[in-house]
């Protein structure tokens, strides 16, 4: 198989490119793992005094692994005034990614 340009992957012969597939869903995985623990602290902070550093710390995320841990915030949060803030950050986000023409 190795001639044919498979390679031996966890008990499978595979293709390179599946290889990589599989490697990239796995990393993509684990940043969107990470951003929902991020995100769940910065949740937390929010009922304490100092909701001040995790607010601008939710706006500021610009990260594409995020997008499912915010839209994961956003469906779970049942306070109003903080259910605003997933959104806000996500259309925030889209317009400085793609810019009104």
């Given at each position: ?8 992957f ?42 001040g550093?995790?607010?601008e ?7 594409p ?10 469906a779970?949060?049942?306070?109003q005034s ?7 950050t ?12």
């Open positions: 198989m190795a001639e044919r340009g498979y390679r031996y966890e008990g499978r012969w595979r293709l390179p490119q599946e290889i990589e597939l599989i490697l990239q869903r796995r990393q993509k995985k684990r940043e969107t793992k990470q951003w929902v623990v991020c995100l769940r602290r910065w949740r937390k902070h929010l009922d304490l005094r100092d909701a550093a995790a607010i710390a939710i706006r500021s995320v610009r990260h692994a995020a997008v499912p841990a915010i839209t994961q915030l956003y779970s949060e049942t306070a903080v259910k605003l803030l997933p959104l806000e996500l259309v925030t986000w889209t317009l400085v990614a793609q810019p009104l023409r």
